[in-house]
C-alpha cells in the first residue's frame, strides 16, 4: 500500500466514524443551508441577473427599514428582560424542591410552550381586550373609572411575546442550576454566610451560563416573532419579519426581502459574535465556559463588571440582613427562617399562574351566543363546535397538521438521536462548531429558513405538498430533538452499556435493549417536543401550503386575519384538550419508564 494510498485509508476510517452525523449533515445541508444561501444570494442581483448593491442602497437610503429594525431589537430587548427576570424565580423554585414536585410544576411552566402560539394570543385578546377579564376586574375593584388600553400596542405585544417566551427561559436556565453542586451553598452557610451572602456570591454565579443563554435563546426568538405583533400590537409595532412577508406576499419582491433577510441575519450574527466572545457557544447546551490561557480581554472585562455587580449586591444583603436581624433577632427554631423560602414560592407560584391560567379563559369564551369574542360569555351555545365538525375544510386542516407532525417528529428522531449520541460520547475537534450547526435552525429567524425552503421548493414542484411540509418541519425539529438527547445522555451511565459488551451482547443489540429502553423517558420527550413544535409551526406553512393546502395553524391564522370570531375559540379550545391529554400521557410513560428502571 503506498503512501497515498494509507492516507485516504485512514481518511475513509475517519470519516467512518462519524457516520453518526452524516444524516444531519446531509439532510441540513440541502434542506437548510443550500436554500439560505441561495436566498441571500438573490440580494445581490437585480432584475436583469447582473450583480448589484442597489437593493442594499435602499434599505440604507430609507430610514423606514432601520426604524423597523429598532423597534424588533427593542422589543426583542424588553421580551428578554422580563422573560429572564420574571423565569429566575420560577427556576430557582424548581431547582430546590424535590423532582416530583418539580415535575408536577413544569406541566404548568411548559403550558405556553406546548400551546398553539395562536391559542395563547386569542387568550390574550380575550383578557385584554377593552371588556376582557382584566378591565372588568380592574373596574370592579374600583382601580380603574374606564378601560385600559392594554391591547393592540406595544404593552400587549410585551405581554403576550414575555408569557410565550418564559418558559424557554425557565428550562434553559433550570438545566445549569440542576448541575450546580448543592454542597457549595451548604458549605458557605456553615462559614457564616446569610442566605442573601449565600445566593449572589455562591449561587447566582455559578447559574450566570443559564442565564445568558436563556436571555439569548429568548432574544433571538423574538427578532423572528410576527405572530404576536401582528395580533396584539398596533402599526408603530411592525416587527422586521413582517417587512419580509410584506415583501414577499404583497410585492413579489424576492430580491428585496433577501436583502432584508440579509440584514436581519447579520444582527443575530453580530449577538451571537459578542455572545460568544464573553461567554462561549457551549453555554447553549447547558455548560458553564471554562476559563482558559486564550481568554479574551472582552471577556474578562465582562466577568469583572459582573462579578463586582455581584459582589455589591451580595454586601447590600448582608447589610440588610442585619439591620433586619438588629430589630427581630432570630433564634434556631424561628419561623421567620422560612420567610424567604414562602416568597419564592408566592412569586414563583404567582408568575406559574401567569403562565398557565390565561390559556383557560379561551374555553368559556368557545360556548358563547355571540358572534365577536368578549369576557364574560354571553349566554351557551355550541354553534361554534358544529361548524367545525361539519366542516370538511378544518377536518383536511387538522388531519395534515398531525399527519405532517408525526412524520416530521419521526424523521427528526431519526436524524437527531445520531448526531446527538456523536456529540456526547465522541471527542473530536470542532465540537462546539457542530454543535452550533445542528442547533442553527432553532436560533435563526424561522422567517429566513421559511422563505428560503419556499424558493428551493418552487423549483422542486414540492410548494403545496404535504411531502414539502414534512421537509420543512423536520429541519425545525431536529435541533430540539439534539439538545433533548443531549440533556438525556449526559447523565446516562454508559457503565450498563460496558457491562452488556462483557457478557457478549453486540453494540446494536446493547443500544436496542439496554440503552433505548433505559432513556425512553428522555426519547419520548424529544419526539414530543418536535411534534409540537411541528404541529404549532405556522411560518413555514404560510409559504409551503401554497393555497393549495392547509394546516391548522394555517387555517386558523386565515380566519383570524378575516375576523376573531368564537370559532377559532372552539378551535383553540379541543386543540388545547388535546395538548394536554397528549402532554399527561408523555408525562405517564416517562414516570412508568423511571419506575421500571
Known sequence: ????????????????QTWQLFPAFLFLGFFFVYPVVLLLSLSFLNSNGEITLEHYGRLATTP??????????????????????????????????????????????????????LVRTFAWIVLLGRNGAVNDLLQVLGIIDRPLKIIYNFTGVLIGMTHALMPLAVLTMLSVMLNINANLPKA?????????????????????????????????????????PALLGGMRDTM????????????????????VSMLLLLTVLLIFYFYDRLLGLSTLSGEAQQSSAKSNRLTMLGSQIGMRLITYIAWFCEKTAEFYE????????????????????????????????????????????????????KGFSLQWYEQIFSSL??????????????????????????????????????????????ISPMILPHIIIAVAIFFLFANLSLVGTTFGLVLGHTVLAIPFVVVTVMAVIKNYNEHFDQAAWTLGATRLKTLIHITFPLIRPGLIAAFMFAFIISLDELTIALFITGGEVTTLPKQMWDDAIMRVSPLLAAVASLLLVFMSGFILLSEFLRRRGVQVK
Not at 500500500?1 to 467512518?16: E, S
Not at 452557610?189 to 436563556?214: C, D, E, H, K, N
Not at 416530521?408 to 470542532?430: D, N
Request: a positive charge; glycine letters at 8%; one cysteine or more.
Open 1 to 16: 500500500m503506498t503512501k497515498n494510498q494509507t492516507i485516504l485509508f485512514l481518511l475513509f476510517r475517519k470519516l467512518g
Open 326 to 377: 438588629w430589630f427581630f433577632p432570630l433564634r434556631p427554631d424561628s419561623p421567620q427562617r422560612k420567610f424567604s423560602q414562602k416568597v419564592l414560592w408566592v412569586t414563583g407560584l404567582f408568575i406559574i399562574s401567569f403562565l398557565a391560567l390565561p390559556t383557560f379563559f379561551i374555553i368559556p369564551v368557545s360556548f358563547t351566543e355571540e358572534g365577536f369574542l368578549s369576557w364574560p360569555p
Open 64 to 117: 423606514l427599514y432601520f426604524k423597523v429594525l429598532v423597534i424588533t431589537l427593542k422589543t426583542a430587548g424588553w421580551t428578554t428582560l422580563l422573560a429572564v427576570v420574571g423565569g429566575y424565580p420560577v427556576a430557582y423554585l424548581l431547582a430546590s424542591v424535590r423532582p416530583s414536585t418539580r415535575n408536577s410544576l413544569l406541566i404548568w411552566v411548559l403550558m405556553p410552550f406546548w400551546t398553539s402560539f
Open 393 to 438: 375544510h378544518w377536518f383536511e386542516a387538522i388531519g395534515r397538521s398531525f399527519l405532517v407532525a408525526s412524520c416530521s417528529s419521526l424523521l427528526g428522531m431519526f436524524i437527531g438521536v445520531p448526531a446527538a449520541f456523536f456529540l456526547i460520547r465522541k471527542s473530536i475537534p470542532g465540537k462546539t462548531l457542530i454543535f452550533a450547526f445542528l
Open 240 to 259: 422586521i419579519v413582517q417587512v419580509i412577508i410584506f415583501q414577499i406576499h404583497e410585492v413579489l419582491n424576492w430580491k428585496f426581502a433577501g436583502a
Open 188 to 228: 458557605a452557610s456553615t462559614l457564616g454566610a446569610r442566605g442573601g451572602q449565600v445566593f449572589w456570591r455562591i449561587f447566582f454565579p455559578l447559574s450566570l451560563p443559564g442565564v445568558a443563554a436563556g436571555g439569548l435563546l429568548v432574544f433571538i426568538t423574538s427578532i423572528g416573532f410576527f405572530i404576536t
